[in-house]
C-alpha cells in the first residue's frame, strides 16, 4: 500500500494501488526548487536539539497565510513549521520541563486544560479557501475532537474569512507541490494557529478528514506516534530520540501502531477515525 508523507515535501502519487511513485519522484527534506537556500544559525540547531526534533533537516522556507502573505519560516519533520520566535520559546519551555516526563507521544507544550478552542475554516479567495469537500473533512475532524468524554479541551468551528482573532485557523496552500498538510506546536497555553493543507482534491473526505485531524493533533501537542522511525513511511529514521520534546503518554504503546492518526505518512485508504490509542493519549494528555 502507498504511503504519501505530510508536509511541504514531494511530488506524490494520487492514485491507489494501480500506480506507485518510483523513488526519484520523491523530494527529499534537504531537496526541493521551494527551498529557500540559507545557512541554519546555531543557536536554532540548538533549540532544535533541545526539542529532539531532527537537526539534519532543518530548514528555512516560504510560508504562506491565509489572505496570500508570506514570511520566511522553519520546517521540520516535513509537517511542522515553525518560526524562529516560537522555536526558541518552545525550546527554552523544553528546559524547565526536562525532566519532568509524564506514551503515543506529545511536546512538553500544551494547549490550557479546560480551554475552549476556536477553529475556523477559511472560505476566501485567491485558492487558499478550503473547497466543500474539506470543510465537510474539517467539519468530521473536528467532531473527532468534541466527541470524547473525559478530554478537557473543546472546539467552537466556524466558517468565514475572520481568521485573525481565532485561536487556529484551517485553510489550504495553493502554492505548495504534494499532498498532505502541516501545522506547528501549541506554545503558550494557545495551540499553534495555522493548519495547512494541500493537494487533498484527489483523496476521499475520509482522508482529509484524517489529514486535518492529524495536523489539528499537532497543533494541540502530538508529535508523529512513529517519531523513531517514521515506518509509516517505510523508512528507518528517527525524528530525534525521546525525553524532551517526544514524551511518551502513559498509558500508550511504545512501539510501531500501524493504525494511529499521528503517524508520519498517510495511505489513500484512511478513514479518518482516532484508533483506541489515539484516543487514551488524548484524555492522559488533557
Known sequence: MKKFKYGILGALCLSFVMISCSKDEEVNAEEGSANITKEIPQEVIDAA????????????????????????RLFFEEDIVLSEDELFTLAEAAERNEGNGSRQYRTFNLVSQGRNISIIGYTGGGGFGLSSKERTALQWAVNNYNRLSGVS??????????????????????NQSGSGGSAGFPSNGLPYQFVQIFGLSGYSTNVNEHVITHEIGHSVGFRHTDWFSRQSCGQNVNEGSGGVGAVHVSGTPTGYDSTSVMLACFSSSEDGEFNGNDITALRNMY
Do not use: A, C, H
Not at 49 to 72: A, Q
Not at 155 to 173: A, C, I, P, S
Open 153 to 174: 479541551i473543546s472546539f467552537t468551528l466556524t466558517f468565514g474569512t475572520d481568521w485573525q482573532t481565532k485561536d487556529m485557523v484551517v485553510y489550504r496552500n495553493p
Open 49 to 72: 536539539g533541545t526539542l529532539e526534533l531532527n537537526t539534519n533537516f532543518i530548514k528555512y522556507d516560504t510560508f504562506y497565510f491565509p489572505d496570500g502573505t508570506s514570511e520566511e
